[in-house]
């Protein structure tokens, strides 16, 4: 079946460092890949998407590229800042089961940033 | 447009009783989908329902179901509770009209804790 495999946690950074999650992915048809972030006592917020390959999804400064020859989405950030310690998730969806409402989640990478 | 909301945000309790969640999705989104959260096998999927009927089912024994009234609020169940059934149960909601670019939208969460 789908399966997503994430860079184990936690992860720490100085501030301003750049920001790596790896995130590969496992699965039979096309799927749509996305990141999500969980706050502390919150539920999940979509960070960003990408539908088919070579698509980049960006926001908030985070950017992915949905690489099929190496079955990827990782996630970067040039610069990160305290304000971005969180978890993310990386999932994807297989599109052909009625559409995207099927996550499969990986694990989640914990990322904490040091002032 | 508000977004996804869930009642309650926490509950307590004891093994053998039976809990039942709501959830309701942004306006106009059709599809509701159901996943538990737990630090040992992380975020899962559990069902999903559209248009009244379920459409998606996850690997979760019959002691979980739901169901999705005309105005597509949902409700989840849980029946005969056991001590691993403590858990972040989320809720997400979506337009589900079948594109690869539908994404799902999730609410803050229930925290039931089994006694």
């Known amino acids: 079946g789908d399966s997503v495999t994430q860079m184990e946690g936690p992860v720490t950074l100085s501030e301003e460092a750049f920001l790596t999650i790896n995130c590969t992915y496992t699965?039979?048809?096309?799927?749509?890949l996305f990141w999500y972030v969980q706050y502390p006592g919150e539920g999940l917020q979509l960070l960003l998407k990408?539908?088919?390959?070579?698509d980049k999804g960006s926001n908030k400064g985070f950017e992915a590229t949905y690489r099929k020859e190496t079955t990827s989405f990782h996630l970067e950030k040039g610069s990160v800042q305290v304000s971005d310690s969180a978890v993310y998730f990386c999932?994807?969806?297989?599109?052909?089961?009625?559409?995207?409402?099927?996550?499969?989640f990986g694990t989640g990478t914990r990322l904490t940033i040091i002032p | 447009k508000a977004g996804v909301t869930q009642t309650p945000r926490y509950l307590i309790k004891t093994r053998g009783q039976q809990v039942t969640l709501s959830c309701s999705p942004i306006?106009?989104?059709?599809?509701v989908s159901w996943y538990q959260q737990t630090p040992g096998q992380g975020l899962q999927f559990l069902f999903e329902?559209?248009?009244?009927?379920?459409?998606n089912k996850g690997n979760f024994p019959g002691r979980f179901s739901g169901r999705q009234f005309s105005n597509s609020r949902s409700e989840m169940n849980v029946s005969t509770l056991e001590l691993g059934d403590s858990a972040l149960y989320l809720c997400?909601?979506?337009?589900?009209?079948?594109?690869?670019?539908?994404?799902?939208?999730f609410g803050p969460g229930t925290r039931l804790t089994v006694l």
């Open positions: 997400a909601s979506s337009l589900a009209s079948g594109r690869a670019t539908d994404t799902q939208y």
């Open positions: 699965a039979t048809g096309y799927p749509s």
């Open positions: 990408a539908t088919k390959a070579d």
């Open positions: 999932a994807l969806s297989d599109p052909r089961n009625f559409g995207n409402e099927k996550l499969t």
């Open positions: 306006s106009g989104h059709r599809s």
């Open positions: 329902y559209f248009s009244e009927t379920q459409r």
